[in-house]
């Protein structure tokens, strides 16, 4: 039973390659060995402190069902103690003899390993990379076989200084099996790796079933599932979801990716995303950095003068007229009135300083205006003196048959007719009331609510 073991152990010293060169490799299920579907789990034991003087800890994980199996650690400055264990179907009886195993790709700078050790009694660890760091691997060989369906191989103790994973892979030249002690001993390959987790990066695991058991099979790249056999849903875009589950309704996560809808990007299925009329940038895609096109832009004319380049959103917020995408400044597309430009009204009883983007004309119904010239813009204020007036609401104000937007109060000191807060004047009802029956200015604010700004 242990001739294979004798070579082990006199090649202890050698290479992996010759140590294991008495093994048969057969990952056809028709000559699957005792250790078929087996898988290898992470498992930190719950509330086990490391002891301070020992030498092994093997025997400490606790662990007597697979479902138990505790992935999850914190960040924080304590040693803590986690168990590599090789687990067998229900059902199964394995004779566990040989594991070649290995690390995936951790952190270093966020897991410090500060101690490890074998629970089998030779090993033969890769020179490089050097065993326990990323991608390095090791091989191990109990002197008599197990054949518990749980059964501790390795054990490991450290800490993580920020969130990050701890994952088991296979051997980086022998792979990730489990060898039988027959002469020559069968390899069966390891089903399925385990992974712990520290802070809020989550650990994974899963619980081993028989090679031919028949269930749900997802493919991950498209949320398909399909029923079939264990041994046929393996790789890494494969994920069985255990004996006797179903497809209906269909329990595999539909993959989704970046979606932008116009410039703003969200993570959504491709329908989902073909359905808000958006452009689905594939599965997996992030938002971050921003794969959506930026918002066009177009001339914006300003209320208060002049034409700046804005996008739809922007322009209004500028108190401004979006003139579509694209469109240019030079020509100015604004249709200002003829002749405007910087107006200056002051309001000496509380120091306001307002300025107005319209014709001279219309500036010099004020005696307290400066007309500053046409196409002067009103931002910045050209207005020298005096405080900006607060925000106030605006409204219609008709002037000599023009509907300008204004305040109360600048509309009466330019002597127009205030209509009322937010509301329209087109210039056709400005144009009525100058066509209307001849009455005095004070009727006129009496008759349509104007504000008094003197």
Known sequence: MHRSLGKMAALAGGSIALAL?????????????????????????????VPIEYSTLCGLSGLTNCQETNTQLPVDDDHHLWFVVAAFPTGQ???????????????????????????AQLEIRTDEPAWPSPGSGTAVVFTSYRTTLLTEIYWFTGYASDDCTFPLAGH?????????????????PIEAYGTLGF???????????????????????????????????SGGNRYFLGEGSDCDPNPCPIPAGACCIGSTCSRRTRDECVGAGGVY????????????????????????????????TACPASEGTWKGDNTICDPSPCDFMPG?????????????????????????????????????PCRPSPCSTGAA??????????????????PADVCAELSGIFIGVAEDCPAERCSDLQNATRTSWGRLKSRYGAGSGK
Do not use: K
């Open 93 to 119: 009886s394995p004779r566990l003899q040989a594991v070649t195993f290995g690390l995936g790709d951790y952190d270093p700078s966020r897991l410090e390993i500060s101690d490890f050790g074998s629970c």
């Open 199 to 233: 802070g809020s990066e989550p650990g994974d695991f899963e619980c081993p079933v028989l090679p031919n058991a028949v269930g749900a099979c997802c493919v991950l790249s498209t949320g398909v599932c399909s029923i079939t056999q264990r041994n046929q849903c």
């Open 21 to 49: 060169s008495t093994f048969a490799f057969c990952p056809d299920p028709a000559c699957a060995g005792v250790n078929a579907g087996g898988v290898l789990l992470v498992h930190a034991p719950d509330g086990v402190q």
């Open 281 to 312: 940038y594939g599965n997996g895609t992030p938002c971050t950095p921003n794969p959506c096109p930026p918002p066009p832009t177009g001339a914006c004319c300003l209320r208060a003068g002049g034409c700046v380049i804005r996008t739809s």
């Open 389 to 406: 007036q607060p925000a106030q609401p605006t409204g219609g104000c008709c002037i000599d048959g023009e509907c300008l937007s204004l």
């Open 172 to 188: 980086p030249t022998q792979g990730g099996t489990f060898g039988d002690p027959s002469v020559p001993a069968v390899l069966d």
């Open 340 to 376: 405007a430009g910087a107006c200056c009204i002051s309001f000496p009883h509380n120091n306001w300083r307002v300025c107005l983007f319209v014709p001279e004309s219309t500036c010099m119904r004020s005696s307290r205006s400066q007309f500053l010239g046409v196409n002067v």
